[in-house]
């Protein structure tokens, strides 16, 4: 299976000097890795940087370079693609719109940024386990409309619930795991709110091995205003608690860019809330949960 292959193309068959020249943000501004993300370029707290890679793959895979290795799989990575991105069907139906609803603004037009990751992490030292906690990668929500999840035994995702506890989330074989994303919380007038998860040290037992991931982020369009669906029977009896006024409603794109843009780069303020840290985008707070 590509997927397989392709985590063996990560760990193992591209070299650190190919992974750079692929790893450069373009400079437009856009918080668009070309392919690869290096270790250590986030600062994850306390002074310590990230001690994870991935790779990134966008949907249209021919929009972008591709490492030696990973190029006999891109016919593999494009259907593995299309698999996962009809899922967005799914969130259409439960809202009791038209199946197309939400597939009309998911075309991946130019202006469109799915894209599939396959990510590894790597072990930290005892010294930074102690000063970031444990924590590998801080509570946040994913700026798209969803983040789908395909399980791995090693368990390090943990989600927080309304009560403020976090917990592990299981791994169950050929399972997905599907996380509500900030366009979704706009999109639903916080009917679907993001989904708050964070990566933290595995138990004992699982910590010998590395820990691979692979997923899938849906974008609207870039040029999609996340203004909430209105026209949702289930929003208009639940109530729709819009983000922002849809005047100053950010687009996908400009949303998507800013976030990308920021995230571990610049310096959080403490928030009023207890272990949480802010930053503004758009004019909007977003939080981080430590």
């Known amino acids: 299976m590509a997927t397989r292959h392709l985590r063996g193309v990560l760990c193992y068959e591209v070299s650190e000097e190919e992974k750079r020249l692929y790893s450069e943000i373009d400079k437009e501004n856009t918080g668009w890795f070309q392919a690869y993300k290096l270790l250590g370029s986030w600062h994850i707290g306390a002074g310590v940087r990230d001690q994870h890679e991935y790779l990134n793959i966008d949907r249209h895979v021919d929009k972008q370079g591709h490492p030696?290795?990973?190029?006999?799989?891109?016919?593999?990575?494009?259907?593995?693609?299309?698999?996962?991105?009809?899922?967005?069907?799914?969130?259409?139906?439960?809202?009791?719109?038209?199946?197309?609803?939400?597939?009309?603004?998911?075309?991946?037009?130019?202006?469109?940024?799915?894209?599939?990751?396959?990510?590894?992490?790597?072990?930290?030292?005892?010294?930074?386990?102690?000063?970031?906690?444990?924590?590998?990668?801080?509570?946040?929500?994913?700026?798209?409309?969803?983040?789908?999840?395909?399980?791995?035994?090693?368990?390090?995702?943990?989600?927080?619930?309304?009560?403020?506890?976090?917990?592990?989330?299981?791994?169950?074989?050929?399972?997905?795991?599907?996380?509500?994303?900030?366009?979704?919380?706009f999109l639903t007038g916080g009917y679907y709110k993001g989904t708050i998860h964070r990566v933290v040290q595995p138990p004992r037992d699982q910590r010998g091995y590395t820990r691979l991931g692979v997923f899938y982020f849906a974008m609207s369009d870039g040029d999609v205003r996340l203004i909430p669906l209105r026209e949702s029977p289930v929003l208009q009896r639940e109530g729709i608690t819009p983000r922002c006024d849809d005047n100053v409603a950010p687009t996908m794109l400009d949303w998507r860019r800013d976030r990308a843009n920021a995230y571990g780069r610049v310096e959080l303020k403490p928030g009023q809330e207890n272990g949480v840290e802010e930053e503004i985008i758009q004019g909007l707070v977003v939080k981080h949960y430590n």
């Open 68 to 185: 030696e290795a990973l190029r006999p799989l891109l016919p593999e990575i494009k259907e593995f693609s299309r698999f996962n991105h009809d899922n967005v069907l799914l969130i259409a139906l439960s809202l009791e719109l038209h199946e197309d609803a939400l597939v009309n603004i998911h075309k991946c037009n130019n202006l469109g940024e799915a894209f599939i990751r396959f990510m590894k992490y790597h072990p930290r030292s005892a010294e930074d386990e102690e000063k970031t906690k444990n924590v590998w990668l801080k509570g946040h929500t994913d700026s798209g409309t969803i983040t789908i999840l395909w399980s791995q035994p090693v368990a390090a995702l943990q989600i927080l619930g309304t009560d403020g506890k976090w917990r592990w989330v299981r791994h169950v074989e050929n399972a997905l795991v599907v996380n509500a994303g900030e366009a979704m919380d």
